[in-house]
């Protein structure tokens, strides 16, 4: 009898973490406008190259010119107008808001608003925003989402977010 007790207690663990396995998977294949539009955001402001996957075809299509990497290079150059290194560009962003609006069934705007502070190392931001070291700078932006094969994608002119 106190066998068949722990075997139900094992089922039971074993069942809640097999549908909780499904639930992450389910989610994941969910591709949400704000998500997509949040997460290019963040890697935007971090000179993060993994933002080109979030791109839309109509950005990454011309072989001769990689958006991404003319985007990074400015912001390099201007730093070393300014005396610093590329990681003096990068910020972080933080208190992210969205406001999702469908434009159509493939199309949609999503509106961010959120706080950016640089970002030097990940420590950084967190220890400027305890002792409130640095400028705060907010950022109020849309950027056009369109869905292609599924897959929502920022398209537009996303690389104009605006910087300080």
């Not at 069942?15 to 591709?31: E, M, P, S, T």
């Not at 402001?45 to 985007?71: A, G, H, R, W």
């Amino acid at each position: 009898m106190r066998n068949n007790k722990w075997m139900v207690v094992i089922l039971i663990i074993f069942l809640g973490a097999l549908l909780q396995v499904a639930f992450v998977a389910a989610d994941a294949r969910q591709n949400k406008p704000y998500e997509v539009a949040t997460n290019f955001a963040k890697a935007y402001f971090k000179l993060d190259p993994s933002m080109s996957q979030y791109l839309c075809n109509l950005l990454t299509e011309d072989e001769d010119t990689d958006v991404v990497d003319e985007y990074i290079y400015l912001m390099t150059q201007e730093a070393q107008k300014r005396g610093f290194q590329k990681s003096f560009m990068k910020n972080s962003l933080y208190a992210i808001h969205t406001k999702t609006e469908m434009v159509g069934d493939r199309e949609a705007q999503v509106h961010i608003t959120a706080k950016r502070r640089i970002s030097i190392c990940p420590f950084f931001a967190w220890v400027a925003q305890i002792f409130w070291i640095g400028e705060t700078y907010t950022v109020d932006t849309t950027i056009d989402m369109v869905n292609e094969d599924g897959i929502w994608k920022v398209c537009g002119a996303p690389m104009v977010l605006g910087r300080a």
